[in-house]
């Protein structure tokens, strides 16, 4: 089994009811995370991968180099914010993935992004 991910992932989504157009089930969401670097080495993300599935089980698999065009280097004991969005076709839905990680030394790590929620307030009752 490989190591445990020296990071720590928080997560926290939004609905943009700005952003979005029910009637042509179109709603956006924004999300940020937060990733702090929790082992004694910097650490490097590379690359991210997200599953985004939803309310009707429609699946969409985004993977690419980094987050809002970065790469970003984490020291040890600092963290790392961004905002990002995702669209979806129903009202509620879910993310989960996963960042491509190295440390310092050279040691690529695996670092899981646990599910969440995509959720437009009212449409859970």
């Given at each position: 089994?490989p ?36 082992g004694?080495?910097?650490?490097r993300l ?31 004991g600092?963290?790392?914010?961004y ?13 989960e ?7 310092a ?5 695996i ?14 009752h």
């Amino acid at each position: 089994m490989p190591d445990s991910a020296p990071v720590d992932i928080q997560v926290e989504s939004q609905f943009l009811p700005d952003q979005s157009v029910p009637e042509e089930q179109r709603f956006a969401f924004a999300y940020t995370i937060t990733i702090r670097n929790t082992g004694e080495e910097a650490v490097r993300l590379i690359n991210r991968h997200w599953i985004i599935t939803d309310g009707a089980n429609q699946v969409q698999e985004v993977q690419g180099e980094g987050v809002i065009g970065k790469q970003p280097l984490i020291e040890p004991g600092q963290s790392f914010s961004y905002t990002s969005g995702a669209v979806i076709e129903t009202a509620v839905g879910t993310m989960e993935g996963s960042y491509e990680m190295i440390s310092a030394s050279g040691r690529p790590f695996i670092a899981p992004i646990g599910i969440f929620s995509l959720v437009r307030p009212s449409a859970l009752h």
